[in-house]
């Protein structure tokens, strides 16, 4: 199992410019969500969703939208990329009842 | 307030000697919770749940609180490799799914 795998590695976008960040898992995971990590704060829920065809919002939800048309993908795009937007992004899934979150490796982007 | 709060370190400890920290958690309702350990600039694992009644996995072990609201984790006989950020996790809700609520960590820098 390759468990959740994240493209890219690294982007930088010039602001106002739009892009997908890849997310995919092959465990079968209902559960799968996307978060920032910014410098001196905890990871924060950007969307998430529960299974294929659902999807919600988390804490910092503007500026992205997600959709999840299968069990094993769950693409987040940036809409108009801001400075703001700077940041690494975490994918991450777990199975109905399991305690265990997976995370990806992390997508870290640049906004100029 | 940070639903959260972490000590953020760092704290600096000889090797084989034992560090302990605590993080703090807002919602008296909270069901679950979880130390996770991230290495620079890598994915978060995860490290340990936390139980009612404290868990021990080697030399790791992990204490709740409920009173008081805070959860522990205690590293004996530290080594090298234990040098990480360790981030506490919070399950705010008792649903399928949850809410979890990431603390920004807290550096642990194991040295010679």
């Known amino acids: 199992n390759a468990g959740v795998t994240q493209t890219p590695k690294f982007q930088v976008l010039k602001t106002g410019q739009s892009m997908t960040l890849q997310c995919a898992q092959d465990m079968n995971h209902e559960y799968m969500s996307w978060y920032r990590q910014d410098p001196g704060m905890g990871l924060r829920l950007i969307h998430y969703s529960v299974g294929a065809g659902i999807t919600d919002q988390g804490e910092v939800p503007n500026g992205y939208n997600v959709s999840r048309s299968t069990t094993e993908d769950f693409p987040l795009r940036l809409l108009s990329a801001a400075p703001s937007q700077t940041s690494v992004y975490f994918c991450?899934?777990?199975?109905?009842?399991?305690?265990?979150?997976?995370f990806g490796p992390g997508t870290r982007l640049l906004v100029l | 307030r940070k639903e959260v709060e972490q000590d953020p370190g760092p704290f600096n400890v000889p090797e084989g000697a034992t560090v302990a920290f605590n993080c703090t958690y807002s919602n008296s309702a909270s069901q679950s919770f979880f130390w996770y350990r991230q290495d620079c600039r890598k994915e978060p694992k995860l490290l340990m749940s936390?139980?009612?009644s404290g868990n021990e996995d080697g030399r790791f072990t992990a204490q709740l609180n409920r009173a008081s609201q805070y959860i522990s984790l205690l590293i004996r006989d530290s080594k090298l490799s234990d040098s990480a950020t360790y981030l506490c996790?919070?399950?705010?809700?008792?649903?399928?799914?949850?809410?979890?609520?990431f603390g920004a960590g807290t550096q642990v820098v194991v040295t010679p």
């Open positions: 996790v919070v399950n705010m809700l008792a649903d399928s799914w949850g809410k979890l609520q």
């Open positions: 936390v139980y009612s």
């Open positions: 991450a899934s777990r199975g109905r009842g399991g305690e265990t979150q997976y």
